[in-house]
């Protein structure tokens, strides 16, 4: 499907969805990570902050950032396995002065074990992280796709939660940012509801 028709549908679709969010959207520059497959609600969210999102360099990225960009998105392209380093340092460098998307089990997986990306980039940018987690009340599931990803139904029912900020202190040992890593992956479970 070319990516302009995708971006359509997609975005005909997102309308019609009823969203409830528990918590606040950042109002400064953070770093924001989801889990891979919940992406579209979230970034259907957050797309009236103007923010950044990272997405793969892949062509499954290329449709994602066609849709990214229609909602007002500017994005990076880079993964762990391709080009990590440079889309590192534009993520914090983008950070610093605006609200930054990722997610931190992406582009390949496993799903829902968080890399270390998000954490790294919130401690070197000095912004704080913020977990989203996403609930569709009825959601088409692709149960063969690596993340499970979630396309929620015209007209559903979407919960979105918003963590509180926390902030990764500036001079945090290498145990310690691994210790944040997996408070992330903790965290993001106790966010969805059982």
């Given amino acids: 499907m070319k990516a302009w028709l ?7 679709i997102a309308r019609t969805w009823r969203l409830s969010v528990t918590g606040r959207l950042p109002t400064g520059p953070s770093i924001v990570a989801f889990w891979h497959g919940e992406m579209l609600p979230v970034w259907f969210v957050f797309r009236a ?6 997405v793969s360099s892949s062509k499954d990225g290329s449709l994602l950032s066609r849709l990214l960009k229609d909602w007002g998105y500017d994005v990076i392209l880079g993964s762990s396995s391709k080009g990590g380093k440079e889309a590192l340092e534009q993520l ?16 390949r997986g496993p799903a829902h074990q968080a890399k270390p990306g998000a954490v790294i980039a919130a401690h070197r940018a000095h912004v704080p992280l913020v977990l989203v987690r996403i609930h569709a009340k009825s959601a088409h ?19 979105l939660t918003i963590d509180h900020n926390w902030v990764i202190l500036a ?9 944040h890593i997996k408070y992330m992956d903790e965290r993001m479970r106790d966010l969805v509801k059982s």
């Fill in 6 to 12: 995708l971006s359509l549908v997609i975005r005909m």
């Fill in 49 to 54: 902050l103007r923010p950044v999102a990272l």
């Fill in 92 to 107: 914090v460098a983008e950070a610093s002065s605006r609200v930054v998307l990722l997610t931190p089990d992406g582009p």
């Fill in 141 to 159: 599931t692709f149960v063969r796709s690596w993340d499970r990803f979630i396309l929620p139904l015209p007209f559903t029912n979407i919960e």
């Fill in 171 to 179: 001079d945090a040992t290498r145990e310690e940012l691994d210790t």
